[in-house]
């Protein structure tokens, strides 16, 4: 499955699998160019990477939040952000899908996303994707949104200018001229829904928090649903 449950333990039956009040989905983004889709969804949120890391989302983040059930997404973000905006759209349905299946019979319970660099414009299109469908039970229960070194459209969002901005990530990912990637990020149409009027018309129905920095710094998220979420990432 994609999508990873990490606490509780998928393997061993604990109370907190059933008084569970909130979901946290972590998305990675783009991954470097020599590095398999399983390792780097691991080692986004580890450190160091490698097996031996600490994964703050399994081994902190539970003492926070212990009544919470935490996924990580494993996914082809090379495929999904190098090919066309159709890929890009398919990928997000997909996530929604793996969303939908670990959510049956718990649909109001609250989810928040966090989102790491570009993993963070897939989060975004998943929801718009899902309010163009008319489908909302993932809409609804989305109470807050996490962004950690995400590019952002600034201005009049112009497609060119949040390309422009992927590419240089994927550029410092290791991607060269003439890779899918690169060039397809450089367009910029893939995100074409995200700087138009469907993720602005969202923005006011979520608790939204972005950090860029070059440091680890610990930070604290209060969401509506009446937690706060205590972080230690690097966003470099």
Known sequence: MPLRQ????PNVKTVASYIA????????????RSKNNVDHAWDTWR?????????????????????????????NSTAAYGKSRDTFIDEANEL??????????????PIVFLGHSMGGLLIKQA????????????????????????PHYCGDGILVSLGGQAAKIAIALGFQKGDDV???????????????????LS????????????????????CSVGFEISTHCTTS
């Open 203 to 222: 923005l006011l129905q979520y608790d939204i928090v972005s950090f860029r920095g070059t440091l680890d710094e610990v930070s604290t998220i209060r």
């Open 182 to 200: 690169l060039e397809t990020l450089k367009d910029g149409s893939i995100f074409s829904d995200i700087v138009q009027e469907h993720w602005r």
């Open 96 to 109: 929604l899908e793996q969303i939908s299946m670990e959510r049956d019979g718990v649909e109001p319970r």
């Open 47 to 75: 450190t160091p990477a490698g097996p031996q890391g600490r994964l703050w989302l399994r081994d902190d983040l539970p003492q926070s939040i212990p009544e919470s059930r935490i996924f990580l997404y494993e996914y």
């Open 127 to 150: 929801l718009i994707t899902y309010t163009n469908r008319n489908s909302w039970p993932i809409i609804n229960a989305t109470a807050g949104l996490a962004f950690f070194a995400t």
């Open 21 to 32: 009040k909130v979901d946290i989905i972590a998305v990675h983004g783009l991954n470097p």
């Open 6 to 9: 990490l606490y509780p333990d």
